[in-house]
Protein backbone atom coordinates (compact mmCIF):
# COMPACT_ATOMS: atom_id res chain seq x y z
CA UNK A 1 0.00 0.00 0.00
CA UNK A 2 2.70 2.08 -0.14
CA UNK A 3 2.11 4.66 -2.81
CA UNK A 4 3.30 7.92 -2.25
CA UNK A 5 5.82 9.06 -4.64
CA UNK A 6 4.68 5.75 -6.11
CA UNK A 7 7.78 6.25 -9.91
CA UNK A 8 5.49 3.44 -12.06
CA UNK A 9 2.13 5.37 -11.45
CA UNK A 10 3.52 8.80 -11.74
CA UNK A 11 5.16 7.67 -15.15
CA UNK A 12 1.84 6.44 -16.08
CA UNK A 13 -0.19 9.43 -15.56
CA UNK A 14 2.79 11.34 -16.82
CA UNK A 15 2.15 9.46 -20.51
CA UNK A 16 -1.81 9.38 -19.70
CA UNK A 17 -1.76 13.22 -19.41
CA UNK A 18 0.33 13.40 -23.07
CA UNK A 19 -2.18 11.00 -24.67
CA UNK A 20 -4.79 12.81 -23.11
CA UNK A 21 -3.96 16.02 -24.69
CA UNK A 22 -3.71 14.36 -28.17
CA UNK A 23 -7.04 12.80 -28.00
CA UNK A 24 -8.65 16.07 -27.39
CA UNK A 25 -7.16 17.25 -30.70
CA UNK A 26 -8.23 14.27 -32.26
CA UNK A 27 -12.05 14.12 -30.32
CA UNK A 28 -12.03 18.16 -31.70
CA UNK A 29 -11.01 17.31 -35.13
CA UNK A 30 -14.05 14.51 -35.67
CA UNK A 31 -16.31 16.83 -34.08
CA UNK A 32 -15.44 19.25 -36.61
CA UNK A 33 -15.63 17.19 -39.30
CA UNK A 34 -19.15 15.63 -37.93
CA UNK A 35 -20.39 19.50 -38.33
CA UNK A 36 -19.06 20.03 -41.79
CA UNK A 37 -20.94 16.71 -42.97
CA UNK A 38 -23.96 17.68 -40.82
CA UNK A 39 -23.65 21.18 -43.04
CA UNK A 40 -23.66 19.69 -46.17
CA UNK A 41 -26.32 17.55 -45.91
CA UNK A 42 -28.85 20.31 -44.50
CA UNK A 43 -28.23 22.02 -47.48
CA UNK A 44 -27.86 19.18 -50.05
CA UNK A 45 -31.18 19.79 -52.49
CA UNK A 46 -30.08 17.94 -55.68
CA UNK A 47 -30.27 13.89 -54.47
CA UNK A 48 -26.37 14.27 -54.25
CA UNK A 49 -24.73 11.13 -53.64
CA UNK A 50 -23.38 9.94 -49.84
CA UNK A 51 -19.71 9.96 -51.46
CA UNK A 52 -20.09 13.59 -52.98
CA UNK A 53 -21.16 14.99 -49.63
CA UNK A 54 -18.74 13.04 -47.61
CA UNK A 55 -15.91 14.59 -50.07
CA UNK A 56 -17.80 18.14 -49.61
CA UNK A 57 -17.40 17.84 -45.89
CA UNK A 58 -13.79 16.78 -45.91
CA UNK A 59 -12.94 19.98 -48.05
CA UNK A 60 -14.80 21.86 -45.56
CA UNK A 61 -12.92 20.26 -42.76
CA UNK A 62 -9.61 21.60 -44.44
CA UNK A 63 -10.08 24.75 -44.46
CA UNK A 64 -11.85 24.99 -40.59
CA UNK A 65 -9.10 23.13 -39.61
CA UNK A 66 -6.29 26.11 -39.19
CA UNK A 67 -9.50 27.53 -36.67
CA UNK A 68 -10.31 24.41 -34.62
CA UNK A 69 -6.37 23.61 -33.70
CA UNK A 70 -6.07 27.41 -32.73
CA UNK A 71 -9.22 27.72 -30.67
CA UNK A 72 -8.31 24.41 -29.02
CA UNK A 73 -5.14 25.65 -28.06
CA UNK A 74 -6.89 28.78 -27.19
CA UNK A 75 -9.25 26.83 -25.06
CA UNK A 76 -6.17 24.74 -23.53
CA UNK A 77 -4.00 28.22 -22.33
CA UNK A 78 -7.14 29.59 -20.73
CA UNK A 79 -7.94 26.91 -18.92
CA UNK A 80 -4.50 26.99 -17.58
CA UNK A 81 -3.94 30.18 -16.45
CA UNK A 82 -7.67 30.55 -15.50
CA UNK A 83 -8.76 27.05 -14.38
CA UNK A 84 -8.34 27.78 -10.32
CA UNK A 85 -10.56 31.07 -10.85
CA UNK A 86 -13.23 29.05 -12.39
CA UNK A 87 -13.13 26.39 -9.96
CA UNK A 88 -13.35 29.21 -7.46
CA UNK A 89 -15.71 30.64 -8.74
CA UNK A 90 -18.32 27.51 -8.27
CA UNK A 91 -17.03 26.25 -5.01
CA UNK A 92 -16.89 29.94 -3.76
CA UNK A 93 -13.36 29.26 -2.13
CA UNK A 94 -10.31 31.80 -1.17
CA UNK A 95 -6.94 31.43 -0.81
CA UNK A 96 -6.06 31.78 2.83
CA UNK A 97 -2.66 32.59 4.96
CA UNK A 98 -0.97 31.37 8.39
CA UNK A 99 -2.89 34.62 9.85
CA UNK A 100 -6.67 33.36 8.77
CA UNK A 101 -6.44 29.76 9.30
CA UNK A 102 -3.34 29.19 11.22
CA UNK A 103 -4.41 25.75 12.58
CA UNK A 104 -4.74 23.88 8.63
CA UNK A 105 -2.09 26.32 7.44
CA UNK A 106 0.71 24.70 9.86
CA UNK A 107 -1.02 21.41 9.73
CA UNK A 108 -0.12 21.68 5.95
CA UNK A 109 3.25 23.33 6.51
CA UNK A 110 4.57 20.73 8.76
CA UNK A 111 3.33 17.95 5.94
CA UNK A 112 5.29 20.26 3.39
CA UNK A 113 8.36 20.61 5.83
CA UNK A 114 8.97 17.02 6.74
CA UNK A 115 9.16 15.78 3.52
CA UNK A 116 10.81 18.43 1.79
CA UNK A 117 7.61 19.12 -0.69
CA UNK A 118 7.02 22.39 -2.27
CA UNK A 119 3.85 23.84 0.04
CA UNK A 120 0.77 24.31 -2.29
CA UNK A 121 -1.60 27.05 -1.93
CA UNK A 122 -4.63 26.46 0.71
CA UNK A 123 -7.91 27.41 0.11
CA UNK A 124 -11.04 26.95 2.21
CA UNK A 125 -14.94 27.02 0.63
CA UNK A 126 -16.79 28.29 2.99
CA UNK A 127 -19.67 25.41 2.86
CA UNK A 128 -21.16 23.34 5.34
CA UNK A 129 -20.07 20.50 3.28
CA UNK A 130 -17.44 17.86 4.41
CA UNK A 131 -15.15 17.81 1.32
CA UNK A 132 -11.37 18.58 -0.02
CA UNK A 133 -9.54 18.59 -3.54
CA UNK A 134 -6.41 19.78 -5.36
CA UNK A 135 -6.06 21.81 -8.36
CA UNK A 136 -3.59 22.95 -10.71
CA UNK A 137 -1.12 22.00 -13.35
CA UNK A 138 2.30 22.35 -11.95
CA UNK A 139 4.21 23.56 -8.54
CA UNK A 140 3.46 27.20 -8.71
CA UNK A 141 -0.53 26.48 -9.59
CA UNK A 142 -0.99 23.33 -6.99
CA UNK A 143 -3.36 24.51 -4.49
CA UNK A 144 -5.46 22.33 -1.86
CA UNK A 145 -9.08 23.57 -1.05
CA UNK A 146 -11.00 22.38 2.20
CA UNK A 147 -14.76 22.96 3.46
CA UNK A 148 -15.49 25.00 6.14
CA UNK A 149 -17.44 21.89 7.49
CA UNK A 150 -14.45 19.85 7.34
CA UNK A 151 -12.51 22.30 9.86
CA UNK A 152 -15.46 22.04 11.86
CA UNK A 153 -16.18 18.60 11.79
CA UNK A 154 -12.38 17.19 12.00
CA UNK A 155 -9.64 16.93 14.69
CA UNK A 156 -6.28 17.56 13.64
CA UNK A 157 -5.32 13.99 13.39
CA UNK A 158 -8.32 13.66 10.57
CA UNK A 159 -7.27 17.05 8.96
CA UNK A 160 -3.32 16.09 8.49
CA UNK A 161 -4.57 12.86 6.82
CA UNK A 162 -7.32 15.03 4.45
CA UNK A 163 -4.11 17.30 3.85
CA UNK A 164 -1.72 14.01 2.95
CA UNK A 165 -4.31 12.17 0.61
CA UNK A 166 -4.46 15.71 -1.41
CA UNK A 167 -0.91 16.29 -1.60
CA UNK A 168 -0.41 12.60 -2.50
CA UNK A 169 -2.71 13.40 -5.14
CA UNK A 170 -0.23 16.39 -6.17
CA UNK A 171 3.05 13.92 -5.83
CA UNK A 172 1.54 11.53 -8.16
CA UNK A 173 0.38 13.50 -10.79
CA UNK A 174 -3.65 12.79 -10.21
CA UNK A 175 -4.11 16.58 -10.10
CA UNK A 176 -2.72 17.31 -13.56
CA UNK A 177 -4.65 14.30 -15.03
CA UNK A 178 -7.40 15.07 -13.50
CA UNK A 179 -7.75 19.09 -14.72
CA UNK A 180 -6.67 17.86 -17.95
CA UNK A 181 -9.76 15.70 -18.66
CA UNK A 182 -12.38 18.46 -17.30
CA UNK A 183 -10.54 20.56 -20.15
CA UNK A 184 -11.05 17.88 -22.87
CA UNK A 185 -15.24 17.62 -21.53
CA UNK A 186 -15.25 21.55 -21.36
CA UNK A 187 -13.88 21.80 -24.91
CA UNK A 188 -16.05 18.94 -26.42
CA UNK A 189 -19.18 20.29 -24.80
CA UNK A 190 -18.42 23.96 -26.38
CA UNK A 191 -17.52 22.09 -29.98
CA UNK A 192 -21.04 20.00 -29.51
CA UNK A 193 -23.04 22.85 -28.23
CA UNK A 194 -21.99 24.43 -31.35
CA UNK A 195 -22.87 21.99 -33.81
CA UNK A 196 -26.10 21.08 -32.88
CA UNK A 197 -26.68 24.99 -32.65
CA UNK A 198 -25.65 24.93 -36.47
CA UNK A 199 -27.67 21.85 -36.93
CA UNK A 200 -30.92 23.85 -36.07
CA UNK A 201 -30.37 26.83 -37.85
CA UNK A 202 -29.28 25.12 -40.77
CA UNK A 203 -32.17 22.79 -40.65
CA UNK A 204 -34.28 25.87 -40.18
CA UNK A 205 -32.84 27.43 -43.27
CA UNK A 206 -33.31 24.07 -44.83
CA UNK A 207 -37.05 23.78 -44.30
CA UNK A 208 -37.86 27.52 -45.86
CA UNK A 209 -36.27 26.46 -49.03
CA UNK A 210 -38.88 24.56 -49.90
CA UNK A 211 -36.61 21.52 -51.13
CA UNK A 212 -36.75 17.83 -50.36
CA UNK A 213 -33.05 16.09 -48.93
CA UNK A 214 -32.86 13.00 -50.91
CA UNK A 215 -29.89 10.59 -51.92
CA UNK A 216 -27.39 10.03 -49.48
CA UNK A 217 -28.16 13.52 -47.34
CA UNK A 218 -30.31 11.51 -44.79
CA UNK A 219 -27.58 9.00 -44.58
CA UNK A 220 -24.94 11.69 -43.98
CA UNK A 221 -27.35 13.24 -41.18
CA UNK A 222 -26.92 9.59 -39.39
CA UNK A 223 -23.39 9.33 -39.86
CA UNK A 224 -22.84 13.18 -38.47
CA UNK A 225 -24.99 12.61 -36.02
CA UNK A 226 -23.09 9.40 -34.63
CA UNK A 227 -19.90 10.89 -34.88
CA UNK A 228 -21.32 13.73 -32.64
CA UNK A 229 -22.68 11.15 -30.15
CA UNK A 230 -19.41 9.05 -30.33
CA UNK A 231 -17.04 12.05 -29.44
CA UNK A 232 -19.35 13.09 -26.55
CA UNK A 233 -19.73 9.22 -25.22
CA UNK A 234 -15.54 9.27 -25.55
CA UNK A 235 -15.21 12.46 -23.85
CA UNK A 236 -17.40 11.18 -20.60
CA UNK A 237 -15.15 7.82 -21.14
CA UNK A 238 -12.20 9.37 -20.60
CA UNK A 239 -13.08 10.78 -17.24
CA UNK A 240 -14.29 8.16 -15.95
CA UNK A 241 -11.76 5.61 -17.18
CA UNK A 242 -8.94 7.67 -15.28
CA UNK A 243 -8.55 4.92 -12.87
CA UNK A 244 -9.77 4.96 -9.32
CA UNK A 245 -6.86 3.13 -8.09
CA UNK A 246 -5.98 6.42 -7.44
CA UNK A 247 -7.82 7.28 -4.87
CA UNK A 248 -6.18 4.01 -2.47
CA UNK A 249 -3.01 5.57 -3.73
CA UNK A 250 -3.96 8.56 -2.17
CA UNK A 251 -5.21 6.82 0.85
CA UNK A 252 -2.17 5.09 1.51
CA UNK A 253 0.58 7.58 0.50
CA UNK A 254 -1.53 9.98 3.19
CA UNK A 255 -1.23 6.91 5.79
CA UNK A 256 2.37 7.08 5.11
CA UNK A 257 2.90 10.34 5.50
CA UNK A 258 1.13 11.15 8.92
CA UNK A 259 1.80 7.03 9.62
CA UNK A 260 -2.06 7.22 11.36
CA UNK A 261 -4.05 4.84 9.47
CA UNK A 262 -7.03 5.71 11.78
CA UNK A 263 -6.97 8.93 11.44
CA UNK A 264 -7.78 8.62 7.87
CA UNK A 265 -10.69 5.74 8.24
CA UNK A 266 -12.32 8.42 10.83
CA UNK A 267 -11.82 10.94 8.56
CA UNK A 268 -13.22 9.07 5.54
CA UNK A 269 -15.84 7.99 8.28
CA UNK A 270 -16.79 11.37 8.80
CA UNK A 271 -16.98 12.63 4.98
CA UNK A 272 -18.95 9.79 3.92
CA UNK A 273 -22.21 10.82 2.48
CA UNK A 274 -21.60 14.62 3.40
CA UNK A 275 -19.06 15.42 1.01
CA UNK A 276 -21.82 17.21 -1.34
CA UNK A 277 -20.52 20.87 -2.48
CA UNK A 278 -24.51 22.16 -3.85
CA UNK A 279 -22.45 25.18 -5.96
CA UNK A 280 -20.05 22.27 -8.01
CA UNK A 281 -20.54 20.96 -11.04
CA UNK A 282 -19.59 17.17 -11.54
CA UNK A 283 -16.17 17.49 -12.82
CA UNK A 284 -14.87 19.51 -9.40
CA UNK A 285 -16.99 16.57 -7.77
CA UNK A 286 -14.46 14.25 -9.00
CA UNK A 287 -11.57 15.79 -7.92
CA UNK A 288 -12.93 15.72 -4.25
CA UNK A 289 -11.71 13.01 -1.67
CA UNK A 290 -15.07 11.86 -1.76
CA UNK A 291 -18.05 11.94 -4.40
CA UNK A 292 -21.34 11.10 -3.63
CA UNK A 293 -22.46 11.48 -6.61
CA UNK A 294 -23.65 7.94 -7.35
CA UNK A 295 -23.51 7.03 -11.26
CA UNK A 296 -25.70 3.53 -12.78
CA UNK A 297 -24.88 0.85 -10.44
CA UNK A 298 -21.23 2.59 -9.42
CA UNK A 299 -20.03 1.71 -12.90
CA UNK A 300 -19.85 5.75 -12.96
CA UNK A 301 -18.81 5.86 -9.81
CA UNK A 302 -15.15 8.34 -9.43
CA UNK A 303 -14.17 7.18 -6.38
CA UNK A 304 -14.57 3.81 -4.71
CA UNK A 305 -16.85 3.05 -2.44
CA UNK A 306 -16.00 4.59 1.43
CA UNK A 307 -16.02 0.95 2.73
CA UNK A 308 -13.83 -0.44 0.29
CA UNK A 309 -11.08 2.39 0.92
CA UNK A 310 -11.65 1.57 4.74
CA UNK A 311 -11.22 -2.06 4.29
CA UNK A 312 -8.19 -1.59 2.06
CA UNK A 313 -6.71 0.57 4.83
CA UNK A 314 -7.82 -2.27 7.38
CA UNK A 315 -6.26 -5.06 5.49
CA UNK A 316 -2.82 -3.83 4.46
CA UNK A 317 -2.27 -0.60 7.10
CA UNK A 318 -3.27 -1.80 10.10
CA UNK A 319 -6.08 0.39 10.55
CA UNK A 320 -9.01 -0.13 12.72
CA UNK A 321 -12.99 0.47 11.17
CA UNK A 322 -15.33 2.21 13.60
CA UNK A 323 -18.07 1.91 11.12
CA UNK A 324 -20.05 5.20 10.44
CA UNK A 325 -20.02 8.00 12.31
CA UNK A 326 -22.53 10.10 13.56
CA UNK A 327 -20.95 14.36 13.51
CA UNK A 328 -22.53 17.40 15.12
CA UNK A 329 -24.79 19.40 12.72
CA UNK A 330 -23.38 22.72 11.56
CA UNK A 331 -24.07 25.05 13.86
CA UNK A 332 -23.84 22.25 16.86
CA UNK A 333 -20.23 22.75 17.47
CA UNK A 334 -17.05 21.62 15.75
CA UNK A 335 -15.03 18.91 16.81
CA UNK A 336 -12.26 20.10 18.82
CA UNK A 337 -8.69 19.90 17.92
CA UNK A 338 -7.70 17.96 20.97
CA UNK A 339 -10.27 14.81 21.88
CA UNK A 340 -12.84 15.68 24.04
CA UNK A 341 -13.65 13.17 27.69
CA UNK A 342 -15.09 10.18 25.74
CA UNK A 343 -13.40 9.60 22.76
CA UNK A 344 -12.53 12.00 19.87
CA UNK A 345 -16.09 11.50 18.46
CA UNK A 346 -17.94 11.59 21.41
CA UNK A 347 -19.26 14.67 21.37
CA UNK A 348 -20.66 14.11 17.79
CA UNK A 349 -22.26 11.23 18.53
CA UNK A 350 -25.54 10.76 19.58
CA UNK A 351 -25.86 10.61 23.37
CA UNK A 352 -26.80 6.67 24.54
CA UNK A 353 -27.01 7.96 28.17
CA UNK A 354 -24.12 5.33 28.93
CA UNK A 355 -21.50 6.95 31.57
CA UNK A 356 -18.40 7.89 30.79
CA UNK A 357 -16.84 4.85 32.38
CA UNK A 358 -18.83 2.50 29.17
CA UNK A 359 -17.42 4.71 26.55
CA UNK A 360 -15.22 3.49 24.15
CA UNK A 361 -13.24 5.89 21.68
CA UNK A 362 -15.83 5.65 18.79
CA UNK A 363 -18.84 5.97 21.53
CA UNK A 364 -20.48 2.77 23.58
CA UNK A 365 -19.02 0.11 24.23
CA UNK A 366 -20.37 -2.85 22.37
CA UNK A 367 -20.56 -5.82 24.58
Known sequence: MAAYGLYTHIQSNKRRSIVLLIGLFFLVYVMVFAGALLAESLTAYDNQPLDYLIRAAEF?????????????????????????????????????????????????????????????????????????????????????????????????????SVLGHELTHIRN???????????????????????FRMFFWGGGRRSSGGGD????????????LALIALVWILSIVIRFALSRQREYLADSGSVELTKNPDAMISALRKIEGRGEIPGANSAVMEMCIDNPREGFSNIFDTHPPVDKRVEALVNFAGGHDPGPLAIAAPGEGAVASEPPPGGPWGGGAPDSGAPASQQGPWGPKRS
Open 60 to 160: DFIKALPFATVGTIIWILIAYKFHQRMIDAVTGAHEVSRTEEPRIYNLLENLCISRGITMPKLRVADDDALNAFATGLNDKQYSITVTRGLINALNDQEIE
Open 173 to 195: GDVRMLVIAVVIAGVISFFGELV
Open 213 to 224: RKGGAGAAIVIA
